[in-house]
């Protein structure tokens, strides 16, 4: 039992320290050329994948690097929108700090705004929603 909460603990604490203490890649990444691909590729697919503009396309891959392992994918969609797939390293009792570091290191990034943040399952079926009120402050949690 004690074990289990340290375990949390200490994760959500690394998940904190590493989405505060880094930050993340605003600049889209040119998509590679491909026999299969324009000549001139006008948005490359890892954006479409990612995010939706360019900030969003930096965070989304800086979330999927910095997590460790964590998340394996995430997309952020309008600047206000995230989504995390986890993996199956995530504990079921972990899940909900781990939304709320994802909150807190979007917040970052998006200041001054209300956020969304999408957690889910490895089979991509949503799990929770975190919703970040910039009015109060405060996360509400949706499972």
């Known amino acids: 039992m004690l074990h289990q909460h340290l375990r949390k603990f200490f994760v ?5 320290f590493v989405l505060l203490t880094t930050s993340a ?9 491909t026999p299969y691909s324009s000549a001139k590729p006008t948005i490359g697919y890892r954006q479409l994948e990612r995010g939706n503009t360019a900030a969003g396309q930096g ?6 690097q910095a997590s460790r392992g964590l998340v394996q994918d995430a ?9 995390a797939v986890i993996s199956s390293k995530v504990q079921p009792t972990e899940v ?12 970052q990034n998006a200041p001054n705004r209300d956020l ?8 991509k079926k949503l799990i929770l929603t975190a919703k ?4 109060t402050k405060q996360i509400d949690y949706q499972a």
């Open 96 to 107: 909900r700090s781990l939304a709320k570091s994802l909150v807190q290191g979007f917040h």
């Open 12 to 16: 959500a604490l690394f998940l904190v």
């Open 59 to 64: 965070f989304g891959d800086w979330v999927v």
């Open 132 to 135: 970040y009120n910039n009015a």
């Open 116 to 123: 969304t943040v999408l957690i889910y399952a490895p089979d």
């Open 75 to 83: 997309y952020v969609r309008d600047n206000d929108k995230l989504g």
């Open 25 to 33: 890649c605003a600049t889209a990444t040119q998509a590679k050329e």
